[in-house]
Antibody
Framework: EVQLVESGGALVQPGGSLRLSCAVS????????MTWVRQLPGKGLEWVSL????????DYADSVKGRFTISRDNSKNTLYLQMNSLRAEDTAVYFC?????????????WGQGTLVTVSS | DIQMTQSPSSLSASVGDRVTITCRAT??????LAWYQQKPGKVPKLLIY???TLQSGVPSRFSGSGSGTHFTLTISSLQPEDVATYYC?????????FGQGTKVEIK
């Protein structure tokens, strides 16, 4: 059974940092691109970042470029999102998701999400 | 950047009705288009990828069509369990933008 479990969400002050993790099981992690998607309270889905299976390719939304860094540890079956210089508008539920195939794929498995609240 | 626009933003239909949601891209994206369903309080679920390929386990009343800039998601016979918000998404390259969502309710 495929499982994706996010952790690391918390209340953080503006300008602060946070690292999210997504532990996966049930598939060969290194073979698939992984992504982070966020959902602001009561709002729609916003794609944040993607990393290829080999970590050779990373992409970011303009809203987080230069502040967020996606990475993965294929030996630990874990995806990460390092978030720096956090702003109030980063407050959201953050989902990790698995690519169906390569980097140009839809996302077929999703975690339950972890809540990040940026507030003083 | 390519923008994705869905219409309508919400709709109300009766059980058994045929429902169609449209997604338009500001530039051509070939068939790199997915549809997701998100029920209230739940995680998004992939329904369709490559514009028209039904994800495994998804009921056959869901179908997708289109290519280039114009795409549609059709529910052939709306069921009560289909109450949800539906999102389209382009995934060929960054940014992998979602549409703003279409909320489907039962009349």
């Amino acid at each position: 059974e495929v499982q994706l479990v996010e952790s690391g969400g918390a209340l953080v002050q503006p300008g602060g940092s946070l690292r999210l993790s997504c532990a996966v099981s049930g598939f060969t992690f290194s073979n698939y691109a992984m992504t982070w998607v966020r959902q602001l309270p009561g709002k729609g889905l916003e794609w944040v970042s993607l990393i290829s299976g080999s970590s050779g390719t990373t992409d970011y939304a303009d809203s987080v470029k230069g502040r967020f860094t996606i990475s993965r540890d294929n030996s630990k079956n874990t995806l990460y999102l390092q978030m720096n210089s956090l702003r109030a508008e980063d407050t959201a539920v953050y989902f990790c998701a698995k690519g169906l195939r390569g980097s140009s794929s839809a996302f077929d498995q999703w975690g339950q999400g972890t809540l990040v609240t940026v507030s003083s | 950047d390519i923008q994705m626009t869905q219409s309508p933003s919400s709709l109300s239909a009766s059980v058994g009705d045929r429902v169609t949601i449209t997604c338009r891209a500001t530039q051509g994206i070939s068939n790199y288009l997915a549809w997701y369903q998100q029920k209230p309080g739940k995680v998004p679920k992939l329904l369709i990828y490559a514009a028209s390929t039904l994800q495994s386990g998804v009921p056959s009343r869901f179908s997708g069509s289109g290519s280039g800039t114009h795409f549609t998601l059709t529910i052939s016979s709306l069921q009560p369990e289909d109450v949800a918000t539906y999102y389209c998404q382009k995934y060929n390259s960054a940014p992998r933008t979602f549409g703003q969502g279409t909320k489907v309710e039962i009349k």
